[in-house]
């Protein structure tokens, strides 16, 4: 499998820590609101990338955290902490706010098709490990105290800014806030990885330490849940491209200077969700959810199709007029697969070659789009239906469009709509004009014309109009 990393810039051969086995960290919500779609984007390529490297044969353990503490309004260590900002906003503790809205975290997750991480843990639930973690820093000299507060030293590293690639506007991210610099920071680049004091003394959850009563710094979380859960070897860590820095890049240096060796040698960064007018964010405003996608009739398995459709190192521009189109070509999707007949032989060589082009999409970094033409290349095959149906069962499993459930609802929608008695005909007439259908039909099948063509004078007497459709027969009286 090709992947493209982040920290060298290259698309490289990926060969895990150990052979055969994945071990895999995403960065988990900041449970103070609902995730906007342009979050999701992250976490649908993400199981993509999972699903992908499953169905390639790879044993994959992957770790999720919820941040449920520290994680201050700006990404750097300035601003007040989301989850009280969360829970005054809602008249709410926080760990009711954590509650609420990790429950509707993976409640869209369930409908966008993203299957959950075996390992899911809340940063509240690791502070020993993270109080540990700072000790190891501080005797290492890696970290130093001040104002009350532990920073990680940035100057003591060989090279801090490890992704090359960063443009200026996702540096400026750690120093939007610059105006209210930190004074006890060495350099502007240090940050906390303990608070005991902050601006905002009334945060609700802080806990014992060594450096007296508080609370741990944002990014030590997912260095400190990644390490106990995952080990001091990690093969992939994903995010959103915001997250490269300073989240990433801070975590590479506190888990590097704790570990003693490299630690992660795969970085998988999602590109943006863009409008119109730029990058989609809860802070300018333009607050897309899940929800409300449903409230305007889309199926959120359309959004999922929709951000499959592009490759996750592009930007996606968002626009309701491309989802309207996504929303079209999952319809007609679905309908060609409900046509597909459950019978035909089996044919192995021509099943593996369509097996080959889908692998190989996704063996080329995740290219989900060459994906879905290998989906459709299905219909094209000179295969039968039932390997037809078979083929993107299997494809569907990765993909995850409900493609299968879908069609079947179609199918039997329409079945119900056959069976249903047409306007002005007694239950009777019906079942007799059905008993003659199928005789028709039948008659067809064994070649006797003769009856067929009685059975159709007799419809045709009785003002019976029938319909043959792809996925069968209906009729109804002619005024
Ligand atoms: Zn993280």
């Known amino acids: 499998m090709f992947l ?6 290259r698309k490289e051969i990926f060969t895990p820590h150990e052979e055969g086995k994945v071990k895999m960290y995403t960065c988990g919500p900041t449970v103070y609101h ?31 955290n919820i941040t449920d503490v520290g994680h201050l309004s700006s990404d750097a260590d300035t601003g ?12 709410k503790t926080v760990m009711e706010i954590a509650q609420f809205y990790t429950d509707a975290f993976f409640t869209d997750c369930e409908k966008l098709g993203i ?43 060989p090279s801090y800014y490890v992704f090359g690639n960063m443009d200026a506007e996702d540096l400026d991210v750690g120093v939007r806030d610059s105006v209210e610099e930190d004074s006890n920071k060495k350099s502007k680049s240090d940050f906390v990885l303990w608070f005991t004091k902050s601006k905002f003394d009334d945060q609700e959850l802080k806990w014992d330490s060594p450096w007296g009563i508080g609370y741990p710094g944002w990014h030590i979380e997912c260095s400190g849940i990644s390490v106990k859960y995952l080990g001091e070897y990690l093969d992939i860590h994903c995010g ?10 801070n975590e590479i240096a506190q888990s590097e200077a704790y570990l003693g060796h490299p630690w992660c040698k795969y970085w998988f960064h999602v590109l943006h969700l863009n409008d119109a007018r730029g990058k989609m964010s809860k802070s300018k405003g333009d607050f897309l959810t899940v929800s409300l996608l449903e409230e305007k009739g889309y199926d959120p398995l359309v959004y999922r199709m929709f951000c499959l459709q592009s490759h996750y190192r592009k930007p996606l521009t968002f626009s309701f007029e491309s989802l309207d189109n996504t929303a079209v070509a999952y319809k007609k999707l679905v309908q060609r697969i409900a046509a597909l007949k459950t019978e035909g032989e089996h044919d192995e060589a021509g099943c593996e070659a369509l097996r080959t082009k889908f692998k190989k999409s996704l063996e080329n970094d995740v290219n989900t789009s060459l ?46 709509k056959r069976s249903a008695i047409p306007e002005g005909v007694t239950a009777e007439e019906a079942a007799e004009i059905n008993a003659l259908i199928a005789k028709r039909t039948e008659a067809r099948k064994a070649k006797d014309w003769g009856t ?28």
């Open 4 to 9: 493209y990393n982040t920290l060298t810039q």
């Open 34 to 64: 609902f995730a906007h779609i342009g979050n999701l984007r992250s976490y649908i390529m993400e199981d993509m990338l999972e699903k992908s490297l499953r169905y390639l044969g790879y044993d994959v353990t992957r770790a999720m």
């Open 80 to 91: 007040e902490d989301k989850m009280l900002k969360g829970a005054r906003r809602e008249k």
């Open 115 to 157: 299957k959950k991480p075996e390992i899911v843990v809340p940063a509240t639930s690791c502070i020993d490990e993270f109080i540990h973690m700072v000790e190891v820093l501080l005797e290492k000299e890696y970290a130093y105290i001040a104002g009350g507060n532990v920073y990680f030293d940035t100057a003591k590293l």
């Open 240 to 249: 959103g491209i915001d997250n490269a820095f300073p989240h990433h890049t």
């Open 371 to 416: 994906a879905l033409t290998a989906l459709y290349d299905v219909f094209k095959a000179k295969v039968s239906d039932a390997d037809k149906l078979a083929m993107i069962k299997e494809f569907d499993e990765v993909l995850t469009l409900g493609l299968i459930a879908a069609a079947d609802k179609l199918n039997r929608e329409l079945e119900e």
């Open 452 to 479: 067929a063509d009685a059975i159709r004078d007799e419809l045709a007497a009785r003002h019976v109009v029938v319909i043959d459709t792809p996925q069968g027969i209906s009729w109804h009286i002619e005024k």
